[in-house]
């Protein structure tokens, strides 16, 4: 089981270093008593008071009334496979190894 479903953060992000590529966010800390946008829908905050919620990157800025609490991502999650080339109909995939993280084509 991975940390973000046990509550346990080891990040805290505000909304100028959220990295959504690198960490996953379970929880907000509301700064400030506030009604928010998170995930799409409305959220009213209170202030000093943790909401369990999985949050989803936006294509809108986050608000500046709360804090992102979270955990990085595990590096085994991030590996890239698949299609790397197309060319004429022709389709070369890459596999990778994940016990030794090593392409399975070379």
Known sequence: MGTYLTGTYSVLHTDGT????????????????????????????????TLDIIVQ??????????????NPIPPQTKIKTGLITSTGG???????????GLPTNG
């Open 18 to 49: 959220a990295d959504f590529s690198n960490f996953v966010y379970s929880a907000v800390y509301f700064n400030s008593g506030a009604t928010y946008t998170i995930n799409g829908a409305s959220v009213i905050g209170v202030a000093g008071e």
């Open 57 to 70: 990157q936006s294509g809108t800025t986050l608000d500046t009334g709360y804090l992102l609490l979270g």
């Open 90 to 100: 022709t389709e070369q995939y890459q596999f990778v190894n994940i016990k030794t």
